[in-house]
């Protein structure tokens, strides 16, 4: 789920000059640097006091706090051994804790919960402000597990063995510390081990390069090598199936983003399972399943990109591919995501960005398919096996925008049962969601759902927010968001959700378009949502706010330097923004296949040109827009946010900061402060698009701590 050089001495940023000179702001770069924190520390108060003194932000946040913490929230559960656990947070838990019931017990309203593990308590007792990051536990039985706890948020976790009978931490157990580790159980007294091995033992990405066995009661450092990959490659993993009558070693080179490699562990050695590069294989009993990123021919036959294939193991390790196709897409349609029961293919699909689910069910002779019974017709639909060794159970979560969720469990060939809803958190009765396309600068027709009252007027007047990212073949489908309903939709507001070229709404194809050099198309075609919405008189340029984080952070960047004058303001979160210095910073290095290679003279021609720190004009009209990040984000360096905010700043623009010592990537670490950050987000567009008027909290210079 990215950065660059500047002029020293000087405010003036110059796009695209034929030599790029020295970073001004490279100070700002390191994270827990004195001066750098208390550059963050001011903007922080002068935003907090700008934005939190309308009393609206304090009603706004208690209103989310109350939802976050709500005993009304669906509880969640993955199946351990015979328990049902869930983790849960609300008011007086607000790390959370790790609790277990049955599954006659969960069917019921009220639940009785089991507490297996409190990380208030662990928390003070161990004086860390752990967040919890998930447990790894042993097959069949699960008792043993490896516990994953962040310090404040971070991707990198420390990993300790925990027993869920005696419900603590084992004495002498297998425990690993603070790394971005990849751990998978081999047997009781065996781990998969993936982690920071100490010198040259991490990729350039920041993740482990070297796979070992480690052996329980032996030093890490005597652990059997399994593999050691490239500098240059993402991350190394391994993970060990204990299906009965299955089980078996995989070892995963990931090469790039998308580009991996998978090898078989064998009494011979590692055997690589033939594929192309860019496709995604998965084991499934005696199956091989493949989804193809790329058009693959075969045996002089043709298989389109976004296809789901499936063939026999055995002749397919000797070289013989007996393939069947389970899903090929269409210019409409793409595959979203597929599960394994016990002795089924569950296959999700969209059609337009709606949801489309069948069953997949190999016999003797071919596969059957037919649609999965009871699905309604409307809305995301999410499927997951409950079980997938011993039955065809599933959990189905439907939602959409307007709907609360609904959980349902259900049994292959029968209809699902829905056990678990969301209360209406927000007063949707007057709502209604629809679908339409815009038209990209190239022709592209590019889908965008709007959710507005029914009685809302098309006179141009209407306070509009418009959410993207565009990126990493990630789709943006129906959910249903109390934050926004209450935040915006509540308030008369217009909310859009744009799915624009980059994501994977179209699969494969809709994702390749937009990148590298083609990363102009993802801005062109949310440029061009914004646009149709004023065309369909729906709002205004001035009543438009744009949101978006991470990547979508960087559709942000390029919305304010490059489309500056369709927007009347911006929020920007846990931002890349500096695309000449991503790659050297944290996991930057792993997204060169999405974005291009900055070293490379000819990627850093394109590169530049939607690297919003580079292209700032001092002489253009910027909207007011909000920086958000965390101290703590591991993956993307907030030095992005620093410095571009820093930038904007010494180009005396309308820019407002601030950065969550703690939280991660998701830029918070509990329930108070996600609502506090996303209500000073929210608080924030609306100020500046219902009072655009209102000033600029004034700001001091930014000064470089090592000039004189």
């Known amino acids: 789920m990215f950065q660059s050089l500047f002029m020293l001495f000087t405010t003036t940023f110059v796009a695209f000059a034929d030599t790029e000179p020295e970073d001004p702001h490279l100070w700002l770069e390191e994270v827990q640097g004195e001066e750098a924190l208390d550059w963050v520390r001011k903007r922080n108060e002068k935003s907090i006091e700008s934005i939190s003194k309308d009393k609206e932000f304090t009603e706004l946040q208690q209103k989310l706090l109350n939802i ?145 066995i480690w052996k ?51 009494p011979k050695g590692l055997v690589a399972l033939e594929k192309q590069d860019s496709a995604m294989l998965r084991l499934w009993k005696n199956h091989v399943l493949l989804e193809l990123r790329e058009d693959w021919t075969v045996n002089d036959q043709t298989y389109k990109a976004g296809s789901l294939l499936t063939a026999p193991l055995k002749p397919w390790l000797k070289g013989t591919k007996k393939i069947t196709v389970l899903f090929e897409p269409s210019d409409t349609t793409s595959l979203l995501t597929f599960t394994t029961t016990k002795d089924n293919v569950i296959i999700s699909t969209l059609d337009n960005v709606q949801s489309k689910v069948v069953v997949a069910t190999p016999s003797w002779r071919k596969w059957k398919q037919e649609p999965l019974q009871g699905i309604p017709q409307f809305g995301q639909v999410r499927i997951s096996a409950i079980d997938s060794a011993k039955n065809n159970e599933y959990w189905l979560t439907v939602r959409d925008y307007i709907t609360p969720d609904s959980l349902y469990v259900g049994t292959v060939g029968k209809n699902p049962e829905k056990i678990k809803s969301l209360p209406a958190f927000f007063d949707s009765t007057n709502l209604n969601v629809s679908q339409h396309f815009a038209t990209s600068q190239d022709g592209t027709k590019v889908p ?37 309903g209450i935040a915006w939709l509540e308030k008369g507001g217009v909310y859009v959700v744009a799915n624009i070229r980059g994501g994977g709404e179209y699969g494969p194809r809709w994702h390749q378009a937009a990148l590298k050099e083609k990363r102009h198309k993802a801005y062109e075609d949310f ?82 040109k939607y690297s919003p720190y580079h292209n700032i004009d001092v002489d253009k009209n ?57 209500a000073l987000a929210y608080t924030f567009l609306w100020q500046k698009l219902t009072r655009p008027n209102d000033t600029t909290p004034p700001v001091e210079e930014p000064s470089d701590p090592n000039s004189e």
């Open 68 to 212: 976050y913490n709500s005993k009304d929230r669906i509880p969640y559960v993955g199946k351990y051994g015979t328990h049902y656990y869930n983790f849960w947070r609300d008011a007086d838990h607000q790390r959370g804790i790790w609790r277990r019931t049955t599954m006659e017990n969960y069917r019921s309203e009220n639940p009785k919960w089991e507490t297996v593990l409190d990380l208030d308590s662990l928390a003070e007792k161990e004086d860390e402000n752990w967040v919890w990051h998930g447990a790894n536990c042993l097959p069949p039985e699960e008792v043993i597990c490896m516990i994953a706890l962040s310090r404040g948020g971070a991707d990198a976790d420390v990993k300790r063995e925990f027993n869920t009978k005696t419900k603590s931490f084992v004495k002498e157990g297998f425990s690993l510390p603070e790394a971005k580790s990849r751990i998978s159980w081999l047997s009781e007294d065996e781990l998969l081990v993936g982690t920071d091995f100490g010198p040259d033992s991490l990729t350039n990405s920041g993740y482990p390069r070297i796979s070992k």
């Open 216 to 266: 329980r009661g032996t030093p890490l450092s005597d652990a059997q090598l399994l593999m050691e990959i490239s500098k240059e490659d993402m991350s190394v993993s391994a993970y060990h199936s204990h299906l009965p009558g299955y089980e078996r070693t995989l070892v995963y080179q990931t090469i790039t983003f998308y580009t991996n490699r998978i090898f078989l562990k064998t």
């Open 448 to 484: 965008y759902f709007q959710v507005s009252h029914k009685d809302t007027p098309l006179d141009g007047s209407n306070t509009t927010l418009l959410y993207g990212y565009g990126g990493f073949e990630i789709s943006l489908l129906p959910s249903y968001s109390p934050s926004v």
């Open 527 to 608: 440029a061009a949502v914004g646009q149709d919405l004023v065309q369909r008189k729906v709002t205004s340029t001035t009543k438009i706010g744009i949101q978006g984080g991470s990547n979508g952070g960087l559709l942000m960047g390029n919305m304010y330097t490059t489309y500056p004058d369709h927007w009347g303001a911006i929020v920007c979160q846990v931002p890349l923004l500096d695309m000449k210095r991503y790659t050297k910073l944290l996991a930057g290095a792993s997204w060169a296949g999405e974005y291009g290679d900055p070293e490379d003279p000819k990627q850093w021609s394109f590169l530049k």
């Open 622 to 678: 910027y909207p007011p827009m909000l920086i958000t990040t965390s101290t703590r984000d591991d993956r993307v360096h907030p030095g992005h946010a620093r410095k571009m905010s820093a930038a904007l700043e010494a180009a005396n623009k309308n820019i407002w900061y601030f950065e969550n010592i703690e939280g991660g990537h998701g830029g918070s670490a509990n329930n108070e402060q996600a609502s506090f950050m996303r």
